[in-house]
C-alpha cells in the first residue's frame, strides 16, 4: 500500500478536526484550498479542492459533542438508500449535511475526482456517504475516486456490503484500536474495504486473523512497559495513526 498517499489522507483527516480558521492555512500546506466548511447540529464536514485532487473529510467524535456521543451509541440500524442497513447514528450524522454536499458537487465546485476520508465517527460518516456517490445514488456531476477511512467503526449489514462491496476503500486499524471492535460482530454488523493494519511497531503488514491477535498481545504489553493501560484508547487518537505512518514512510 503506498504510504505517502495514506499519509496525505490522514492528515486530512486530522485537519477536519479543526475550525476553519485554524484549518485553512494547513490545507493550504497540502496543497488544498477549503471549499466549504458544513457544520450542521454537531456533524462537520470539509469539501477541499487542490490542483490533482478533491477531497469530502469528514470530522470525528468530539468527547465534548453531545450529538457525537449519541449518535456512536445510537447503535440501531435503519435503510440506507444505497441498500441494506446501517448503523442509524451513523447515518444520521451524514443524512445532516447530505443536501448540502449534493448541492455543491452538482454545482461543480471542484475540479478533480474525489476523493473521501474521515477518522473515527468521521470514518463512518465517510464510508456511508462514499457508499452513496460510488453507488451513482445522485447525480453529483463529479467522479468518485477512493476512500481512505483510520479507526473506522463497523456501520453495515451483509446486505449493505454487498452493493459497495467494490467500492476502492483502505481501512487503517491501527494495532489495538478499540473502535474497530465495535459495534460487536455479533449485532449482525460488518466491516468494508481493504484492511491496513498497522502492527505494535507502527508497520503495514499482511496479516492472518491469528498474526493480528498475536501482534495485539505484543502491543498490549509493550503498552504495559510504558504506562499505558488503555492501549485500545491510545491507538484509537490520530496522532497515533499518523505516527505509525511516517514509521513507514523512513523505512
Known sequence: MDAIEINFFAKCAQLAYLEPKESKPKFKELGLKVVKYYDVNGAQAYLLDGEERSVLAFRGTEPKEKSDIFADLNALR???????RVHQGFQGEVDKLWGSIVADLARRRISHNLYVCGHSLGAAMAT????????????????????????????????????????????????????????????????????????????????SMWQRFKDQLRG????????????????????????????????
Open 128 to 207: 456511508i456517504a462514499a457508499g452513496r456517490l460510488y453507488t451513482g445514488l445522485v447525480d453529483t456531476k463529479c467522479v468518485f475516486k477512493k476512500l481512505y477511512t483510520f479507526g473506522s467503526p463497523r456501520l453495515g449489514n451483509r446486505r449493505w456490503l454487498k452493493f459497495v462491496k467494490d467500492m476502492p476503500h483502505v481501512r487503517c486499524v491501527n494495532n489495538n484500536d478499540l473502535v474497530p471492535k465495535v459495534p460487536p460482530a455479533l449485532m449482525f454488523y460488518k466491516h468494508h474495504g481493504e484492511l491496513c493494519y498497522f502492527n505494535c511497531y507502527g508497520y503495514i503488514r499482511q496479516t
Open 220 to 251: 498490549r504489553r509493550r503498552a504495559l512497559k510504558k504506562g499505558q493501560p488503555f492501549d485500545g484508547v491510545y491507538d484509537h487518537v490520530m496522532t497515533e495513526y499518523i505516527r505509525s505512518i511516517k514509521t513507514n514512510l523512513e523505512d
Open 78 to 84: 435503519d435503510p440506507e438508500p444505497t441498500g441494506g
